[in-house]
């Protein structure tokens, strides 16, 4: 198959088509389909090219986002509810409880006064031979 170069843009993350880049600038040789989703996705281009701007530009809903943002004043909501651990674990798995409160010492040393000690088992004997 025919390979190609391509140049990673500023849109592309640490990974392009499957290979780490070092950032914007830098260069890959690449099949036409293998370089298809990222130069689609705009993190691509074909050596020498520019970047179309269509990937400059904002899109109606963004800029309909921004508008809102900026009727609003920029207020921030809430972020999303905290974490539950309960969903973390996986089926069949108990849901841990946390550990009851150990009594206080004096409560503990007052038990072992009043409770009379508990008679140790009886040794088990071996089976005659």
Known sequence: METREYEVTERAGRKVAGRVVAGPGA??????VEAEHAVLAGELVPAGEALPAE???DSEVLAGMRADAERIGGRSRPGPPAPDPAADRG???P???PAPAAPAAEAAGRRARTQPAADPAPAATP???
């Not at 260069?27 to 036409?32: G, K, M, Q, V, W």
């Open 91 to 93: 089926p069949g798995e």
């Open 27 to 32: 260069t890959l040789r690449l099949t036409e």
């Open 95 to 97: 849901v841990q409880q």
């Open 55 to 57: 990937f400059g530009r």
């Open 127 to 129: 089976p005659a031979a």
